[in-house]
């Protein structure tokens, strides 16, 4: 945490005044003084090395923090100016994109590491078996929100661009689950069938089954505002998507015991009676209820296709409150860490790798993370890597990794 902290207050620094040369004497000040540092802290001098000659270790970090910024193209040297750095034109902007070409470890702990990169470049040359990729990727809004996201006319090859490389490295049984929702054609009250043609195109191009379409119901506030509240065309949306593909559905490594609910007291109370006293036919004799039936004992009740979870995540919003804490911009849209957690329950088993090739903050890494699976995120913009890192600070073997030489912004 102190790492983090101390990084970031070197960012703020620069970002302060974007405009502005800044000097090494000026930085240590302000670092110090944001970090709540003495002035004796701060010339604090200790012995380093087989020698033992005296260094200010926080100079020396900042410094150390300052030369990442510089090989990231976000700072610059001001030209015959000894000890003098300005921001980049790059590094003026608030959100921070990783080059196709870069691959950085952004933060890991004993299961899992995020990396800042573009999936792309780490799963192309991915070679360790994935049993499940789980991502929520941006929807084909016609407003994008700040991180981007394809149009309707290019969501299947977007789509299928991401996950053709992780489907190389599933292993057999292992299953893909996108969380999307539902758009508007353009200026009509009319769903659009993006969704339909996805499916089809993971079918036809990368093989993939559909196994199932998860209804995900949630609390989402009231819309679509112009087609529901004005024009009274349509009814407010209530639910999301969970598309579930496995690339071998006989296979399948899911495993719904894993996620059973609790039996109501009405169920609990048939089974102590020994099941049901009757004998029924329903539906021109396609459903059969004879005596005794439900009256064994079970761990649980299967889970319906119909999720009911609250988009009001605790986890989410801690994670928001860390982030812009630290001056960090926020991922916009998340997934709560509830879905995440019971998809990576049922859908593997513990000490399997869980991937998402679109991190954002890092949900999917925290509840394989909290469920004892392996994990990996990748992500390309800086400000939610690094927040999605303060999700992680108590986790074992939790390392801020800063980024390698070699990188550099859009």
């Known amino acids: 945490m102190e790492q983090l902290s101390l990084f970031h207050h070197v960012m703020r620094a620069y970002a302060a005044n974007p405009e502005s040369r800044l000097a090494n004497s000026s930085l240590y000040e302000t670092v110090a003084r944001e970090a709540g540092l003495s002035r004796a802290q701060l010339e604090e001098r200790d012995p380093v090395g ?114 053709e490389p992780i489907v190389k490295n599933l292993v057999a049984g292992g299953n893909v689950v996108l969380n999307v929702g539902d758009v508007f054609e353009p200026g009509l009250p009319a769903k659009s069938t993006y969704i339909e043609e996805l499916i089809l195109a993971l079918r036809k191009r990368l093989g993939l089954y559909l196994m199932n379409r998860i209804v995900w119901e949630s609390n989402k506030p009231p819309g679509p505002i112009q087609w529901a509240s004005k024009q009274r065309m349509q009814l407010n949306e209530g639910y999301e998507h969970v598309l579930w593909f496995c690339n071998d559905p006989g296979r399948c490594l899911a495993d719904n015991r894993r996620v059973l609910e609790p039996h109501t007291q009405r169920h609990r109370q048939l089974i102590e009676r020994g099941g049901e006293p009757r004998h029924a036919v329903y539906g021109d004799g396609a459903y059969r209820l004879r005596p005794g039936s439900y009256q064994n004992p079970t761990d649980g009740t299967i889970l319906r296709t119909v999720w009911k979870l609250s988009n009001n995540c605790a986890s989410q919003r801690r994670y928001k409150q860390m982030a812009r804490a630290l001056g960090l911009e926020p991922h916009g849209a998340s997934m709560p860490l509830a879905l995440a957690q019971r998809i990576v329950r049922f859908m593997t088993e513990i000490d399997q790798l869980v991937v998402d090739p679109m991190g954002g903050s890092m949900t999917t890494g925290l509840a394989a993370e909290l469920e004892g699976r392996r994990w990996t995120c990748t992500e390309r913009v800086l400000d939610y890597v690094l927040g999605g890192a303060q999700r992680f600070l108590d986790r074992p073997g939790f390392d801020l990794n800063l980024p390698l030489c070699g990188a550099s912004y859009e």
Do not use: M
């Not at 510089?70 to 959100?95: M, N, Q, Y």
């Not at 994109?97 to 792309?120: H, K, M, Y």
């Open 50 to 163: 087989r020698s033992g000659q005296p260094h200010n270790l926080i100079k020396r970090k900042i410094r150390w923090f300052q030369q990442t910024l510089r090989s990231l193209g976000v700072i610059e040297r001001v030209p015959d100016a000894r000890g003098v750095w300005t921001l980049t034109d790059a590094g003026k902007k608030k959100l921070r994109n990783i080059q196709p070409s870069a691959a950085v470890v952004g933060f890991s702990t004993e299961l899992g590491v995020a990396i800042w990169s573009d999936c792309n470049r780490v799963f192309d040359r991915w070679d360790e078996p994935i049993c499940l990729a789980l991502t929520s990727p941006p929807y084909p809004l016609a407003r994008p929100r700040a991180y981007g996201g394809p149009s309707i006319e290019d969501y299947s090859d977007f789509i299928c661009r991401v996950v």
